[in-house]
């Protein structure tokens, strides 16, 4: 029973991160909306993911005193180290993800700013120069005059 659950939670941790792994074709403003479903199961499957890790330790003692002769503790060792790999696989890509994300966001906002900024400083200048007088052929032959 414990190795065809491990089996099974080996399937779901590699199906899951193909899954995962797709996600990075997409584009960084694309990604988030995507991610939460994948986020939301690896938390609903992460108790028994863990938990099964944790029995399968109990079970095997230490690494290093595992009698590895035994073809069924030997495989029992595989999968659960083969298991913990992929967790911990799927563990960093959500977090790269997540980050991948996050940067775009705030790239956004940093571009955002810089538009504002420009469209407050764009307006300013607008005002100053509407409240000069207006340059026409009439008024630069007099300032002109003025100034020679």
């Known amino acids: 029973e414990l190795d065809e659950s491990m089996d099974n939670l080996l399937q779901w941790a590699n199906d899951k991160m ?3 792994v797709k996600l990075e074709d997409l584009k960084p403003e694309n990604i988030l909306p995507c991610l939460k ?5 690896v938390n609903a499957k992460a108790p028994e993911v863990v938990g099964k890790l944790a029995d399968v330790e109990a079970l095997l003692g230490p690494a290093e005193s595992r009698d590895t ?3 069924e503790v030997a495989a029992l060792a595989k999968k659960h180290e083969a298991l913990a790999a992929k967790w911990q696989e799927i563990l960093d890509e959500l977090e790269k993800l997540r980050k991948n994300a996050s940067e775009y966001s705030d790239q956004e906002s940093w571009f955002l700013d810089i538009c504002l900024k420009m469209d407050k400083w764009l307006q300013i200048k607008k005002r100053f120069l509407l409240s000069q007088t207006p340059v026409t052929m009439e008024t630069f032959a007099d300032d002109l005059k003025t100034h020679r």
């Open 18 to 20: 193909a899954a995962l």
């Open 37 to 41: 479903p994948h986020e939301d199961d």
């Open 69 to 71: 002769e035994d073809e």
